[in-house]
């Protein structure tokens, strides 16, 4: 999902679902129509709706400007049995494989130590722990990351990698970093502040769903087309948008996928009607993220639709929303094959 995003007017009942499910007041039913603010399901809040503190302010997340902590922690160093007891008499309670953490709890014997690990409570000896020290990453450039090995993606043969990066779960504010290739090293090309889905993250793995829930997914995802006002010069595949332009949330063949529909004034819900969206400021330009959808997997339907990088930084519906400036250097750069990491810093990072 991504950013906030205005969708097309929507009935009084499904708005008031959608803002009941987001844990939000609801609008009056004679409220205006919801703008688009970001996308995932392509719906921007009413301006009553949206946090006391949006829209982001310009400045990037504190946190994002500091060095996480250096973190250590006991592991096994070989395959070893947990016991009962302090002793290779005492009863085995399990192997632990090679490289397992374990947590002491204080107790000692001798040279056995008792430890919890693998929802086990036992004694190991001594001699097959060490400790494990954890170098800090620099939050405030991924890229650097990149080149120590210490995100937990592998981008493969991508020349181009951007992290929508927010400091902790239920957080709609993000860092996004753009960073490329050169040579055999990556650098920051330039970094700008963030909004993705009012609700923040979900866990790695876990789909974002429907998106009157306000969740973006988390993960790595290919970027191969965008859509707009007019191409601006990028080498995505590119659709100027009409007035029958529409993305489709509704279950089906067409689920997560760009249609025409067969009027221009036909409203479907949750389908976003794009050009209406893109007249009202968000779509101007916009890039497809391509979460639940070829070519990274294979439609799964529910998992999740409509998930965008656009213009307009305000919580959004699980979409990440960007400067419009930005965001025209990002669609004018942007080659087939690009990625973007999103999600929370403790699970992007080693």
Known sequence: MHLIKRRPTLSAAALALGIIAAGLTAAPASAAPLVPASTTAGITLPAQGAPASSPLSTAL????????????????????????????????????????????????????????????????????????????VRFANPCTALNQKKVRYNPGNAKRVSFAIAESYGSYR?????????????????????????????????????????????????????????????????????????????????????????????????????????????????????????????IKQGAGFAIFLHTHVVPTWGCIAIGYGPLVKYVKNARQGDQIIMGVRRDIFR
């Not at 085995?92 to 494989?97: A, E, I, M, T």
């Not at 040579?183 to 330039?190: A, I, R, V």
């Open 61 to 136: 997340p504190a946190a994002a400007q500091k060095t996480t902590k250096k973190t250590t922690r006991i592991v096994t160093t070989a395959n070893l049995n947990i016991r009962t007891g302090a002793g290779t008499q005492h009863r085995s309670l399990g192997v632990l494989k090679k490289g397992t953490t374990v947590v002491p709890t204080g107790k000692l014997s001798g040279s056995w130590r008792q430890v919890k690990a693998a929802g086990k409570t036992g004694w190991v000896h001594s001699r097959y722990l060490r400790t494990v020290t954890t170098q800090p």
């Open 174 to 298: 993000a860092a996004f970093t753009n960073c490329v290739k050169s040579g055999k090293t990556w650098k920051k090309e330039w970094q700008t502040a963030a909004t993705v889905g009012l609700r923040g993250f979900k866990k790695p793995g876990v789909p974002s769903g429907h998106t009157v829930n306000r969740w973006s997914p988390q993960g790595m995802f290919s970027v191969t087309e965008a859509f707009g006002s007019g191409n601006p010069g990028t080498k995505l595949s590119y659709r100027k948008l009409n007035p029958r332009s529409r993305w489709s949330g509704t279950a089906g063949s067409s689920y997560n996928k760009y249609y025409l529909d067969k009027s221009a004034s036909h409203r479907r819900w949750p389908d976003e009607n794009l050009y209406r969206i893109m007249k009202a400021g968000d779509y101007r330009q916009a890039v497809v993220i391509n979460y639940n959808r070829p070519p990274d997997t294979r």
